[in-house]
């Protein structure tokens, strides 16, 4: 089964007032550095950010979010209906402590997969299947 890495990168960043993916972390972007721990355990990567974003380079394809600002829904959607992989570990940029160790243990629960912390379910750091079932 496939694999893909989505990172969420469409916020604006309201209350830091500069960009999270420019944010230096171990001597790179903190986007840089996300993408690049994801990467260890995927077979395809994605960022999905609004189509003005500036990002800096990550060795990443690139979906434009076609409704930015509807929130981190939407980027799932774009990323989701964007991959080719079976599945994907989703997060978001600011995820300076994501681990392979996690990334590769969350794949292996299958199916769709989100930890827990505090009583609250981390939508934005899980493993979505790319086809999912819906309720009518």
């Given at each position: 089964?496939?694999r893909?890495?989505?990172?969420l990168c469409?916020?604006?960043?309201?209350?830091?007032?500069?960009?999270?993916?420019?944010?230096?972390?171990?001597g790179?972007?903190?986007?840089?550095?996300?993408?690049d721990?994801?990467?260890?355990?995927?077979?395809?990567?994605?960022?999905?950010?609004a189509?003005?974003?500036?990002?800096p380079?990550?060795p990443?394809?690139?979906?434009?979010?076609?409704?930015?600002?509807?929130?981190p829904l939407?980027?799932?959607?774009?990323?989701?209906a964007?991959?080719?992989?079976?599945?994907?570990?989703?997060t978001?940029?600011?995820?300076?402590?994501?681990?392979?160790e996690?990334?590769e243990?969350?794949?292996?629960?299958g199916?769709?997969?989100?930890?827990i912390?505090?009583g609250?379910?981390?939508t934005?750091a899980?493993?979505?299947?790319?086809r999912?079932g819906?309720i009518?």
């Amino acid at each position: 089964m496939s694999r893909a890495g989505i990172v969420l990168c469409g916020g604006r960043s309201s209350r830091m007032g500069r960009s999270k993916a420019w944010l230096p972390w171990r001597g790179v972007p903190l986007l840089r550095f996300v993408v690049d721990q994801l990467a260890k355990s995927v077979d395809e990567m994605l960022v999905v950010a609004a189509p003005n974003l500036d990002l800096p380079a990550v060795p990443a394809r690139r979906v434009d979010d076609r409704e930015p600002g509807l929130g981190p829904l939407a980027g799932i959607r774009e990323g989701l209906a964007s991959m080719e992989s079976d599945s994907a570990y989703l997060t978001g940029t600011d995820s300076p402590w994501l681990s392979r160790e996690l990334v590769e243990q969350m794949f292996r629960v299958g199916g769709a997969v989100a930890p827990i912390f505090d009583g609250h379910v981390q939508t934005l750091a899980a493993v979505y299947p790319k086809r999912g079932g819906s309720i009518a």
